[in-house]
């Protein structure tokens, strides 16, 4: 969702785009790469001269439950992939300028009331531990001069993603809070996500991590009772915190009952604009 939406944005830029591909090129828009290989990409003479580089993949952290194995999955996606990137970028003789790599508000843990930024420590748990692996597995672009900025996400509001999974349940009238519904949510909407990411590519006093989140978070029941509104449907169904643990585990804990209120302190002092600061203008737009 977000790198189709991105990919546009340049086009309407007129910045043309390479895409590194795990598949067999098609075109000389795409390059094949495997984080894996050695090296990760086969001519890697086709990365000089790139004004910039952005990361963003990484498995999806609520496709499964969280078992063991799957936990590495998503870790080798976060750690290995930006690490072969950075590795690679670093060797080139004409590196891009900037690098901007995906990260997490999954860094700050569950924090409670408590206002989070850019300067916050991070917390504790699998998400933190592994999103300040994710962040220094790019330390070699940035002993190679490169700008490194890493892209805190919070939760993105678009057409697909998250809210398509459960728009479908609130439709039905089959919605609710999630547990208590007190933890807050830092979401952002799918459009602000691409502008920020541009504005992070064209602001060059931004660098280290920038948290991609709303002005204005929200507790999850605030979420879920303007998303009924939205909907014209009830919210009555509450999904408790124990079913959720039963069923989802671990996941449950840190993906859908932590709270993290998280504030874009650097992007709004480097002065950038949302198109969709609070929650209901996201929700009008994604829906």
Request: net charge neutral; proline share 8%; charged share 15%.
């Amino acid at each position: 969702m977000l790198g189709a939406a991105l990919c546009q944005a340049l086009a309407a830029r007129n910045q043309e785009t390479l895409q590194l591909v795990r598949r067999p090129a098609a075109g000389s828009l795409e390059l094949q790469w495997n984080p894996a290989g050695t090296p990760p990409v086969a001519d890697p003479a086709a990365l000089e001269g790139l004004a910039a580089a952005i990361h963003l993949s990484g498995a999806n952290v609520a496709a499964h439950r969280w078992t063991p194995a799957y936990k590495r999955e998503i870790a080798s996606s976060r750690i290995d992939s930006p690490r072969a990137l950075a590795s690679t970028l670093a060797r080139l003789n004409s590196p891009p300028q900037v690098l901007l790599v995906a990260s997490a508000i999954g860094i700050y843990g569950n924090r409670g009331d408590e206002l989070l930024t850019e300067s916050s420590a991070p917390g504790s748990g699998f998400m933190a531990d592994l999103c300040e692996q994710w962040e220094a597995a790019v330390q070699p672009a940035r002993d190679a001069g490169i700008r490194v900025v890493h892209l805190r996400f919070g939760v993105v509001l678009g057409s697909e993603g998250a809210l398509a999974r459960i728009a479908p349940i609130f439709r039905l009238g089959l919605g609710g809070p999630l547990g208590s519904g007190r933890q807050w949510m830092s979401w952002i909407s799918l459009d602000d996500a691409v502008a920020a990411i541009l504005f992070a590519l064209d602001t060059p006093s931004l660098s280290g991590p920038v948290n991609l989140t709303a002005p204005h978070p929200v507790t999850n029941a605030g979420f879920t009772h303007t998303l009924a509104r939205r909907l014209h449907r009830p919210a009555i169904f509450p999904a408790p915190a124990f079913a959720l643990r039963i069923t989802l585990g671990q996941m449950a804990d840190e993906a859908l009952l932590a709270s993290a209120r998280v504030l874009p302190a650097k992007l709004t002092e480097a002065g950038f604009q949302f198109q969709n600061p609070t929650i209901e203008e996201a929700l009008a737009a994604a829906l």
